[in-house]
Nanobody
Framework: QVQLVESGGGLVQAGDSLRLSCTAS????????MGWFRQAPGKEREFVAA????????TYADSARGRFTISRDNAKNAVYLQMTSLKPEDTAVYFC????????????????WGQGTQVTVSS
């Protein structure tokens, strides 16, 4: 049984950077692909980035590619999202998620979610 906890959100200005962290308890994340999703006010939850179990197979949403970097440290049971050049449209609650498999495909979705951390970007 795994519990995911996000941290690192906050209020920043456009162009600033934030680093989100996701830590797990209960069991190791090392065998599973991990991802970051976000949900803006009035919007559905959307994919941001994902990473396979050993740190490869990284995938980004078009909105994140070139600005955001996902990484993981399995020894620390942690996943990170480094966000740079933040824009007001990045404002959302960001969720850490665990996939049920070691590799990410377009056919699977996360099965475990954190509680979310708020990121607010002002213009």
């Amino acid at each position: 049984q795994v519990q995911l906890v996000e941290s690192g959100g906050g209020l920043v200005q456009a162009g600033d950077s934030l680093r989100l962290s996701c830590t797990a308890s209960g069991r190791t994340l090392s065998s599973y692909a991990m991802g970051w999703f976000r949900q803006a006010p009035g919007k559905e939850r959307e994919f941001v980035a994902a990473i396979n179990w050993r740190g490869g197979g990284i995938t980004y949403a078009d909105s994140a590619r070139g600005r955001f970097t996902i990484s993981r440290d399995n020894a620390k049971n942690a996943v990170y999202l480094q966000m740079t050049s933040l824009k007001p449209e990045d404002t959302a609650v960001y969720f850490c998620a665990r996939y049920p498999t070691s590799l990410i495909t377009k056919y699977n979705s996360p099965t475990h979610w954190g509680q979310g951390t708020q990121v607010t970007v002002s213009s």
